[in-house]
C-alpha cells in the first residue's frame, strides 16, 4: 500500500520560509506527475505546483517567484521551498502523486496534510 509521508510545514512569519517534505513509501511507484496543492476551510483545493511527466514545474501565479518545487535525488521524494510567505499562504498543504505500482493501475495518491500558518 502506497503512502505519502509529508513534513515541514508550521507557523511562521510573513516574509519568512519553509521546505515542505514529502516521500512515498510502501511500494515503487512509476510516478508521471507529483506535486503540491493547498486547501483553505471553506474553499476547494488548488494546485501550486507540479512536475508533470518529467517536464518543467508549473506553478500557481500566486506563487510564481516564491515558491520552487524539486524532486529529491529518490525517485520518489519532492519538495516544497517557500519564500518571502504571505499570510494568505496560510493553508493545509497536500502532496500529491499521480503514480503506478508495479503491474497496478495509474492512481492519484494524497498525503494527509501539513497546516502552513503565516502570522502577519
Known amino acids: 500500500q502506497v503512502q505519502l509521508v509529508e513534513s515541514g510545514g508550521g507557523l511562521v512569519q510573513a516574509g519568512g520560509s519553509l521546505r515542505l517534505s514529502c516521500a512515498a513509501s510502501g511500494s515503487t511507484l512509476s510516478i508521471i506527475d507529483i506535486g503540491w496543492h493547498r486547501q483553505v476551510p471553506g474553499k476547494q483545493r488548488e494546485l501550486v505546483a507540479v512536475?508533470?511527466?518529467?517536464?518543467?514545474?508549473n506553478y500557481a501565479d500566486s506563487v510564481k517567484g516564491r515558491f520552487t518545487i524539486s524532486r529529491g535525488n529518490a525517485e520518489n521524494t519532492v519538495y516544497l521551498q517557500m519564500n518571502n510567505l504571505k499570510p494568505e499562504d496560510t493553508a493545509v498543504y497536500y502532496c500529491?502523486?499521480?503514480?503506478?505500482?508495479?503491474?497496478?493501475?495509474?492512481?492519484?495518491?494524497w498525503g494527509q496534510g501539513t497546516q502552513v500558518t503565516v502570522s502577519s
Open positions: 512536475i508533470r511527466g518529467g517536464g518543467s514545474p
Open positions: 500529491n502523486v499521480v503514480g503506478r505500482p508495479p503491474l497496478g493501475l495509474w492512481t492519484d495518491y
